[in-house]
């Protein structure tokens, strides 16, 4: 096929590419409405050394790890619980939050999904600083020109909605709408195996078109609109 038969094909139904995305991007939407709300809020300790050196620094690039694996046990989970009251079981607790070791920043990032925004905010942030008092802790026997401090870079704000994300649901939808909408479009092309214009005739007989007889009504009045009957040489 041509591009100008490929452009005829999606020109003659392009309605089919309209009803699908129509279809699709509602499924969608329908689908995130539908869906529970869930709001992240996130917090990031900062870890630094108390005086720079490179010793201390590569201590604090090989900490980053040890301190994330510190912070996603059930005992932070506990305390948490406990602290907040929230009734949650360890397990249950950890599987809300993220935690990520950012190297280049020597930070901890810590991550909260929850379905209240302000819930969210608050495990974040007893969870952080629950984790500095702990260090904090440990730290005190060690002398205090060797000491890594960890601390809150800032408080956390209220969570975001982090799922459903219906406008990018909506807008993916559409997309694929449209490829599946067009593959129709071209499956019913290929499955109809009719002759519709001079130039279906030529291709598939290789024979020149002479004429076309338009066909005729019931009254022998010729039909604007209908199939034609053409002619070839031989």
């Not at 409405?33 to 992240?40: A, D, E, N, S």
């Not at 819930?119 to 060797?146: C, G, N």
């Not at 559409?174 to 279906?200: M, N, P, R, S, W």
Request: hydrophobic share 40%; with cysteine.
């Amino acid at each position: 096929m041509q591009i100008r038969d490929y452009w005829r094909v999606l020109s003659k139904r392009w309605w089919v590419i309209a009803v699908v995305c129509v279809v699709a991007t509602a499924a969608s939407i329908g689908y995130s409405k539908m869906q529970t709300p869930i709001f992240r809020s996130s917090i990031r300790l900062d870890v630094s050394p108390a005086r720079y050196d490179y010793g201390l620094t590569m201590v604090i690039e090989n900490l980053l790890r040890q301190y994330a694996q510190q912070l996603q046990t059930d005992k932070m989970a506990d305390l948490v619980d406990s602290t907040l009251k929230l009734d949650l079981s360890a397990e249950r607790l950890r599987s809300r939050v993220k935690i990520s070791p950012v190297p280049e920043d020597y930070a901890i990032q810590i991550e909260v999904d929850d379905t209240d925004p302000n819930r969210a905010k608050d495990i974040a942030y007893t969870w952080a600083s629950e984790f500095v008092k702990l260090h904090q802790a440990r730290m005190a026997p060690v002398d205090p020109r060797d000491r890594i401090e960890v601390t809150v870079h800032d408080n956390p704000r209220p969570g975001e909605i982090n799922w459903p994300k219906t406008r990018q649901n909506a807008i993916a939808a559409a997309a694929l709408g449209i490829v599946v909408g067009a593959l129709i479009i071209f499956l019913l092309e290929y499955l109809d195996d009719t002759f519709k214009t001079q130039e279906d005739i030529e291709r598939y007989v290789s024979l020149a078109v002479l004429g076309a007889i338009p066909s005729t009504g019931p009254a022998g009045k010729p039909r604007v609109v209908g199939e034609r009957k053409l002619r070839v040489s031989t």
